[in-house]
């Protein structure tokens, strides 16, 4: 349903998106994820036709991003990561305007904007404007307007962002009923590693405008053994070079003042861990354990946190933008 | 049915906006009945009018310039509430988006002009026919027509709200004094006669002056052979403009 070859987005020295290959399958779930000012929005921008990539191709329910513009519009719909909803107009007017940009017949809009106004749970609230929705609702509308012309592909960006965790759990509930009674194919950018756990049947890690890892959730995981240990400890550095010659671990990386260890068997390697850090002389702060995320995933690969920036996206292109400079 | 549908957007904005509307009437009447009666007694305009039947075109072409660049405001409110994305978006040509956000904005300029003439009517400052009213009303969209667009070539620029309308500001001024809409155009001095004449404002509302209260300064033809001229270059602007934007 998309298939892109060497992808790529440059503006200006700034290479935002490189070279980036995707294959998603009709009906599927596909998430992109990665930090802020990965490339995700910009990867999404040109797959919806709102950006000309730089070079590379894109086609997307059959037609070429960059050459039928006309033809990729009228398949897809789009959530965008900031608000784009009309505040005067009510929640069934903001329906209405959509399906009328799209052409449909009057009777058409009116079943099908009654049918996804349940699917939202927004059904009592249609003659309310949209001004005196609370986020979750304008969210929940803007996802059924997505859908309002039955696109075949659906792009959602960052659909949960500065949600509540109880909203974004609804939000979620909502992706996934419409995925399954629609047969739409869903593309996902986020950058909370639980929502492209929970959402996704395949997931992108993506970062500096390359994806870095690809597969399902439950695989990229299990490439991380059964469990990760995380330890606070007085000189990390140190520390995880005195683990790697034990060979106890898979893997091992030094973030900030803790160190991070993918392990088989945790239960069994913490007090060896703690004996080994005392006889060299190191203190033990705290150890935690669990199994593995899509969080340690990106740890691994990229010896950072998914969150670690709390900077807008453009901060984040912007600092990209000058660390390139800078060399 | 786009063009349409955008249209359809603006008036329901207009009608549910009801403090604009009744703002929108204040600054002409105030100029109306204040500066018209004030100088009612100290001027005399040819054809032996009264000072504020004179001025009575003028303030309709005042209340259609204010209303139709101002409508670009809109475009710059979609923008920063990322309405324009929705729009931009969907599988439908600039040009139509342009069109629908024209013949919106010079609609609802054109409800407000016909809203201020009827209570200049009724305050008894003019007297004319309905078929002089039904006469104007080419004349009433064309000017905002050009004047929305011109609004729109602006707010494709501009991100702001605020800037927008010191933007405008500093160019509606100007528009309107030197239109002819306070003062006759016959016996001005060479330099300001030059400028007024440069304005198409000017014959917008010589062709009002002229079916409502009679005497113009220009043959009707002329007056709308220059504003159909002039719609369509801003028209065109415009859409250039649309398609540029971002």
Redesign the interface.
Same mark, same amino acid.
């Given at each position: 349903m998309i298939d892109t070859k060497e992808l790529t987005k440059r503006f200006g020295e700034l290479t935002a998106v490189k070279s980036i290959e995707l294959h998603i399958q009709e009906g599927e779930i596909f998430g992109l994820l990665g930090p802020n000012g990965a490339g995700k929005t910009t990867t999404i921008s040109m797959l919806?036709?709102?950006l000309t990539p730089t070079s590379g191709t894109a086609i997307v329910a059959g037609h070429n991003v960059a050459t039928e513009r006309?033809?990729v /519009?009228?398949d897809?719909g789009?959530v965008?990561q #900031?608000?784009? !909803? #009309? #505040?005067? !107009?009510t929640g069934y007017?903001n329906l209405e305007?959509?399906g /009328? !940009?799209?052409?449909m017949s009057k009777d058409e809009r009116k079943e099908r904007i009654v049918e996804l106004l349940e699917l939202v749970e927004l059904i009592d609230k249609k003659d309310i404007p949209v001004k005196n929705y609370s986020g979750g609702m304008k969210r929940r509308l803007e996802i059924a307007?997505g859908l309002m012309h039955k696109p075949r592909v659906l792009f959602l960006d960052e659909p949960t962002i500065g949600l509540d965790p109880q909203t974004r759990r609804y939000i979620w509930k909502y992706i996934k009923e419409m995925n399954a009674q629609e047969r739409v194919t869903v593309l996902v950018t986020t950058h909370y590693m639980e929502e492209a756990d929970y959402l996704c049947d395949k997931v992108a890690i993506i970062d500096h405008g390359e994806i870095i890892a690809l597969d399902k959730p439950s695989r990229l995981k299990s490439k991380m053994g059964k469990s990760v240990i995380s330890m606070d400890v007085s000189k990390p550095d140190k520390f995880c070079e005195l683990v790697r010659k034990s060979k106890w671990v898979i893997k091992s990386k030094c973030v900030g003042d803790k160190v991070h260890l993918t392990v088989k068997d945790g239960e069994k390697l913490i007090p060896k861990l703690v004996i080994l850090a005392e006889k060299n002389g190191l203190n033990v702060n705290s150890i935690t354990m669990h199994s593995p995320t899509l969080e340690d995933v990106f740890i691994q690969l990229t010896g950072r946190h998914l969150r670690e920036e709390q900077a807008s996206s453009t901060d984040a292109l912007r600092k990209r933008f000058m660390a390139r400079r800078g060399h | 049915m786009a063009i349409y549908t955008i249209w359809l957007r603006e008036m329901l904005h207009f009608i549910r906006d009801k403090s604009r509307i009744i703002g929108s009437m204040g600054m002409p009447l105030f100029f109306l009945l204040f500066i018209g009666t004030g100088l009612n007694s100290a001027f005399s305009v040819p054809g032996g009018v009264g000072y504020m039947e004179f001025m009575a075109p003028g303030i309709v072409g005042m209340i259609l310039l204010f209303g139709s660049i101002f409508s670009g405001l809109n475009v710059v409110a979609d923008k920063q509430f990322g309405f324009m994305k929705e729009m931009l978006v969907a599988p439908v040509p600039r040009s139509s988006l342009v069109l629908g956000k024209t013949l919106g904005g010079a609609s609802t300029a054109l409800l407000q002009a016909l809203l201020l003439l009827s209570l200049v009517f009724l305050l008894g400052a003019v007297k004319f026919s309905l078929i002089a009213l039904l006469l104007v009303i080419p004349i009433m969209f064309f000017i905002s027509a050009s004047f929305v667009n011109i609004g729109i070539i602006f707010a494709t620029r501009i991100s702001d709200p605020h800037g927008f309308q010191v933007i405008m500001n500093f160019f509606i001024m100007p528009l309107f004094f030197l239109s002819g809409a306070l003062f006759p155009v016959d016996n001005l001095p060479g330099w300001l006669k030059i400028l007024v004449l440069a304005n198409p404002l000017t014959y917008g509302i010589d062709g009002l002056r002229g079916i409502l209260i009679g005497h113009p300064t220009f043959p009707l033809w002329i007056d709308f052979t220059i504003l159909v001229v002039f719609s369509a270059i801003t028209v065109l602007i415009g859409a250039y403009a649309f398609e540029k934007m971002q």
């Open positions: 919806s036709t709102i006309e033809d /519009r009228k897809i789009v965008f #900031d608000p784009s !909803l #009309d #505040d005067e !107009l007017e305007f959509h /009328r !940009l799209y052409g307007r | -």
